[in-house]
């Protein structure tokens, strides 16, 4: 009869543990179609919709190299989201459906893996009964109570696919002995997994170590060269794609070297940080912010790869006391309890998907069981420890290790939540014991540690500045909505801070001209000049307004303020030509249409200012020649066309 009971209770417990998840990712998907975050995706959530749309279209990679990750926007591709994506980079509500209900799986898969592993080495050497059980199932319930894992899920962010993939690497490390079969999968998996983000790679020497484990030299080389060579047949054709494009041997992506940049530049603080305000759907690698800084007309990507990690590596070289310093920062960032929003703002989410309010588990707690686990582990016998766990706190120190180079958000973090749950469960399998008693004051000691460790100590400052960032973002999500009155809320909440960007105030701005109020919309970009002398994009704003209103005295003033620090823009240029030739001052007009030339020469905008400025000055002579030099150097250019067929009548 109790054999029977424990036979019902392997099936039961599982059953009702899937069913729980099936009911509870039907309403989280069905809440999560329409909310903001789903139809206004942004950042790299938009860079994936659209190199996925791209694969459709059979127009990439194509003469395009990979910036991020070559795997991820296949996989959105193979779902067919964002297909209605538009030009302003708003959704349909529902359009990510497909792709939710993959990525859930997959969030079911890791639970599983956990369940597995921690069966086959922490709970195998335990009778049947609730000990084992529980056991057996505290990994996989940590996992499952982290709201932040959900979130990823739900958005249009890789984290699932990786964490899917770096749990199946343990798995394939932790749960069986070494073979050659195993080696050559566990390849093909840290392959995949470093298509996605190549900082999976950390996992590499915890894998040669698995593959080396044998007493046979030959049959150890075979497993640690079937692994290599799987992972390089992974990563091959990126690579190739990548060098043939940069002219040089390159990675399968072209990332590196901005993440070093944002995390080790002159004002890093161990966080995400903002290097240049662009266009992420058309330009994420600032090629346009590095030229005109540079003084070139073009980068490419891998030329912008290469200056940013040129100008990284400067500033280490220049202070490596400060950046090291930054460096153990980082580390310190990954266990410490606060959520550091970055795409996925975690309140926004939880208000307007309800359901995930059910998953409440910190991620302090998660740290500090980790620790209480180390601490009973380093005390229990040795014939007794689980050699399983050493290899997961491998894998924790070595992916934090590796990922505290760049910077720290919450969603870098997710790498290390299967390992930590595991270790967690090999905790309480040492706890649970039957008449094991030694090292609970040591795992005690150790969870306190833990508790002091991921106190966000000095950190009120920061964590204000992130609930602004969070709230601004969100405000330029209904904004892209034409939710103008729920945008302006979210800007003036974000602009309560103690510091501000100057992105937030010209969003209000915007948002307040889309409404209709240009008075309110002058106040604000003046007020936002006044935090932040100097911003071109608020001046130019202001410009546009000025024009808009024919307040040319004020801007004519304002573009002959802009062109003192900011000679080469070829906007304000053009708007100062324009402005002086109205003013009745053509000659002037004629010099700074021949500097637009002189600095832009492969933009019609020049040759159009300086050849109009010819005609009307009687010269259609001159004015044929300019509108011909500029159809030699931007042929087809139709305004060109048009103004040179007026001259010629």
């Known amino acids: 009869m109790a054999g029977g009971n424990v036979q019902r209770g392997k099936i039961a417990i599982p059953l009702v543990v899937l069913v729980a998840v099936a009911c509870f990712w039907t309403v989280a998907i069905l809440q999560a179609d329409d909310a903001v975050f789903s139809r206004a995706p942004l950042l ?180 640690i ?100 310093g930054n460096y153990f920062r980082r580390i310190w960032l990954y266990l410490q309890g606060w959520e550091i929003d970055q795409l996925a703002p975690l309140d926004g989410w ?74 967690a469960g090999a905790g309480v399998a040492q706890g649970v014991r039957p008449g094991v008693s030694r090292g609970r004051w040591l795992s005690l000691l150790f969870a306190v540690a833990g508790i002091l460790i991921t106190q966000p100590w000095g950190l009120d400052e920061v964590r204000a500045d992130w609930r602004a960032q969070a709230a601004a973002q969100e405000a330029h999500r209904w904004a892209l909505l034409a939710e103008y009155p729920s945008a302006i809320d979210r800007y003036e909440e974000a602009l309560a801070a103690r510091r501000t960007r100057p992105d937030w105030w010209l969003g209000l701005a915007l948002s307040q001209l889309d409404l209709g109020r240009p008075e309110l919309a002058e106040q604000t970009l003046r007020a936002g000049m006044v935090r932040h002398p100097g911003d071109l994009m608020l001046q130019k704003t202001l410009l546009n307004l000025l024009l808009a209103g024919g307040r040319t005295d004020e801007a004519l003033d304002l573009t002959g303020t802009l062109l003192v620090d900011h000679p080469r823009d070829a906007e304000v240029l053009h708007n100062h030509i324009v402005l002086l030739a109205g003013a009745g001052r053509p000659a002037e007009a004629l010099g700074f249409a021949q500097q637009l030339i002189l600095r832009h020469p492969g933009k019609a905008s020049g040759y159009l200012d300086l050849g109009v400025l010819q005609a009307r000055g009687g010269r259609p002579d001159l004015a044929r020649d300019t509108f011909r030099r500029g159809l030699e150097r931007v042929p087809g250019d139709s305004d060109l066309l048009e103004n040179l067929q007026q001259v010629g009548r």
């Open 225 to 324: 060269a079937a692994l290599v060579l799987a992972i390089a047949l992974v990563l091959l054709p990126a690579t190739v794609h990548n060098s043939r494009l940069a002219g040089r041997l390159t990675g399968p992506t072209l990332n590196a070297g901005l993440n070093l940049a944002i995390g080790n530049g002159t004002g890093a603080n161990g966080f995400y940080r903002t290097l240049f305000d662009g266009d992420w759907r058309t330009d994420p690698a600032g090629t346009r912010y590095l030229a005109d800084r540079m003084g070139r007309e073009t980068l490419s990507i891998a030329e912008a790869d290469s200056a940013w990690m040129k100008e990284a590596r400067a500033e280490i070289a220049a202070r490596p006391l400060p950046a090291l």
């Open 350 to 423: 939880r208000q307007a998907t309800p359901v995930l309010q059910l998953l409440a588990l910190p991620w302090r707690w998660i740290v500090v069981l980790a620790c209480g686990a180390i601490g009973v582990l380093i005390a229990a016998e040795r014939h007794n420890r689980p050699v399983a766990a050493v290899w997961l706190v491998g894998a924790v120190i070595s992916l934090v290790a590796v990922q505290s180079l760049f910077f720290v958000v919450t969603r870098y973090r997710l790498a290390l939540v299967p390992a930590l749950c595991l270790l």
């Open 44 to 223: 790299d959530e938009l860079w994936y919709l659209d190199r996925a749309s791209d694969i459709r279209a059979g127009d990439f990679p194509g003469d395009t190299p990979f910036f991020m990750t070559p795997l991820y926007p296949l996989l959105v591709a193979a779902t067919g989201s964002g297909s209605h994506l538009d030009e302003v980079g708003v959704l349909p509500a529902g359009d990510l459906h497909a792709l939710r209900v993959l990525q859930a799986a997959m969030w079911i898969a890791v639970l599983l893996l956990l369940r597995r592993i921690a069966g086959r080495t922490f709970g195998a050497g335990l009778e049947p009964g609730w000990r084992r059980e529980l056991v057996v199932w505290t990994p996989a319930l940590l996992f499952a109570s982290y709201r932040p894992v959900a979130v990823a899920t739900l958005g249009i962010l890789l984290e699932m696919p990786l964490l899917l993939l770096l749990t199946l690497a343990l798995d394939l490390m932790l749960t069986g002995p070494p073979t050659l079969r195993r080696g050559l999968v566990l390849g093909l998996v840290l392959g995949l997994a470093a298509l996605l983000r190549g900082t999976a790679l950390a996992l590499l020497p915890l894998a040669l170590v698995f593959a080396a484990r044998s007493k046979e030299a030959g049959a150890r080389g075979l497993r």
